[in-house]
Structures are given as C-alpha cells and as structure tokens.
C-alpha cells in the first residue's frame, strides 16, 4: 500500500461537486473509495466516513421534508444540512492533508 495524502484530500473534497452539477456528492467519493481501498493507506477509513457521511445527509434531508410543514423546522434543516455538507468535507480535507483522521459528527454508521 502507499501513502497518497492528496488522493485522500480530493476524495474528501469530491463531496463539493454536487455545488456545481447538483448531484454526485455520494457517487464520485464512493467510486474513489471503492477502486482505491486496497492501494491507498487509510483510505478504507475515509472512504466509510466520507460514505457514511453521505448516507447520513440523505437520511436527515428525508426527515427534513415533513418537518417543513411543521413551522417550517424542515427549511432551517435543509439551511444547516446545506452549510454542514460544504464546511465538514473542508475541514476533513485539510485533516487528511496533515495526515489525520477525519471525523464527521451525527453521522450515522451504516458501513463498519
């Protein structure tokens, strides 16, 4: 295995495409992940918590779309949810970068 820090950076930052085509969020750190888990050290581990992470966003955006007829909750979810995607991939690339673990809180674990 080899040591590639910037492949896990991108991977991290690979979150932000949904900003410009308005999907692919879970779909492209999902293919790096899955073609480069065994060439890549750590990437196994960022790999399950970028996906994880992901996972998780849907399954609060899904619980977000009743809570809007509720005084609105479910349109301050989707405005938290929003800035939580952009800023936590961020934040994890920069961690990736120094070689750290990166972290994503209230993430759900689906994959282990």
């Known amino acids: ?3 590639d820090n910037q492949l ?5 930052l690979s979150q932000l ?3 410009f085509t308005g999907f692919g969020s879970l779909l492209l750190p999902l293919v ?13 581990t960022h790999g399950k918590n970028i996906v994880n992470f992901q996972l998780s966003l849907i399954v609060y955006c899904l619980i977000c779309i009743p ?3 509720l005084f609105g909750l479910g349109l301050l979810g ?6 939580v ?14 070689g750290e673990t ?3 809180p209230f993430t759900i674990n689906f994959i282990n």
Do not use: C
Request: proline share 2%; net charge positive.
């Open 1 to 3: 295995m080899r040591e």
């Open 8 to 12: 896990l950076v991108i991977t991290h």
């Open 17 to 19: 495409i949904t900003l």
């Open 32 to 44: 790096l992940w899955l073609t480069q888990k065994e060439k890549v050290y750590q990437m196994d």
């Open 67 to 69: 809570l809007i007829l």
């Open 78 to 83: 989707f405005l938290i949810l929003g800035i």
């Open 85 to 98: 995607s952009i800023i936590f991939p961020i934040v994890n690339a920069i961690k990736a970068s120094r």
């Open 102 to 104: 990166a972290t994503y």
